[in-house]
């Protein structure tokens, strides 16, 4: 299984973008999503989460202005993100829970996607 993230790139205070991911390979299904980012020399933080019949949950940082959502029947989660700030600036990971053929339960992570908010 691998996980493939895009969307990122250089963006405005105030502006917009969404991040995408998608899984690929042979699994059962995706039990949770969610969207970390890390900042020069800051610990990875968790931006947003959403499981399988739950609610999405965000950071503090970013409630109100993220959302993350996904699809019915797609492998594909996104991460809406509004009114960017300059401390919004950081590589993000998707990280996914995925059940395996095996019914067993693993965690994958893309390969981060730089999203450098600045004038």
């Known amino acids: 299984v691998q996980l493939q993230a895009s969307g990122g790139g250089l963006v405005q205070p105030g502006g917009f973008m969404q991040l995408s991911c998608t899984a690929s390979g042979s699994f059962l299904n995706i039990a949770a999503m969610r969207w970390f980012r890390q900042a020069p020399g800051k610990k990875r933080e968790l931006v947003a989460h959403?499981?399988?019949?739950?609610?999405?949950m965000y950071g503090d940082s970013v409630k109100g202005r993220f959302t993350i959502s996904r699809r019915n029947g797609e492998n594909t989660g996104y991460l809406q993100m509004n009114s960017l700030k300059p401390e919004d600036t950081a590589v993000y990971y998707c990280n996914y829970l995925i059940l395996g053929v095996d019914s067993e339960a693993y965690d994958y992570w893309g390969q981060g996607t730089q999203v450098t908010v600045s004038s």
């Open positions: 959403i499981g399988t019949g739950s609610s999405p």
